[in-house]
């Protein structure tokens, strides 16, 4: 709850990668709220109201994925109209005249984004979808000690910076400060 509030407050594609994270997380612990509430809650260094809250949020995180039937794969809808957003101020942004450099960064991740489309046979997936996707991927081999390829490595570092100034402009955008 806390480091969602905080990534949802300052970059929009790490809070969206941070539940997703979250969602395995749960998915692992085979939504038990007493291991929940034992490995995850009992990680912040908080009072007992905060603590109580983190334990409610996660509580009703596990009721969403159950209720909205994620609980194997999938995001719950929440964050996939995040998602959905995200990907319209896209769009938009590729029609703007307002940033160059985004268009710039947007033609070389472009082919990247088409690759890691087709490699992972979702040929219908938009690509904010496929772009965070490819970043947690490599996080997620990285956190296994597993070996990422020089290609990958290079593929995934011009896709970070497409969608690390995508999320700035996101929130200059949100709090007023770009204008479309």
Same mark, same amino acid.
């Given at each position: 709850m806390l480091i969602a509030q905080e990534k949802r407050k300052t970059n929009i594609a790490e809070y969206i990668i941070y539940i997703w994270q979250l969602e395995d997380l749960l998915r692992a612990l085979n939504f038990d709220m007493e291991k929940i509430g034992h490995i995850l809650v009992s990680q912040f260094? #908080?009072?007992?109201?905060?603590r109580l809250d983190i334990y409610q949020y996660y509580k009703n995180m596990v009721l969403m994925m159950q209720k909205e039937k994620v609980t194997a794969k999938g995001h719950v809808q929440a964050i996939q109209n995040i998602t959905d957003d995200v990907n319209r101020f896209h769009l938009q942004l590729l029609q703007s005249a307002n940033d160059p450099q985004y268009k710039a960064l947007y033609q070389i991740a472009k082919p990247l984004l088409d690759e890691f489309r087709m490699k992972s046979n979702d040929v219908?997936?938009?690509?904010?979808? #496929?772009?965070?996707?490819?970043?947690?991927s490599v996080m997620l081999l990285k956190l296994q000690n597993k070996e990422v390829s020089k290609g990958t490595e290079q593929a995934t570092a011009h896709i970070s910076k497409l969608v690390g100034h995508l999320a700035a402009r996101y929130k200059q955008s949100e709090s007023g400060e770009f204008d479309l």
């Open positions: 260094k #908080v009072d007992e109201n905060t219908s997936t938009h690509d904010i979808q #496929v772009a965070l996707q490819a970043l947690y």
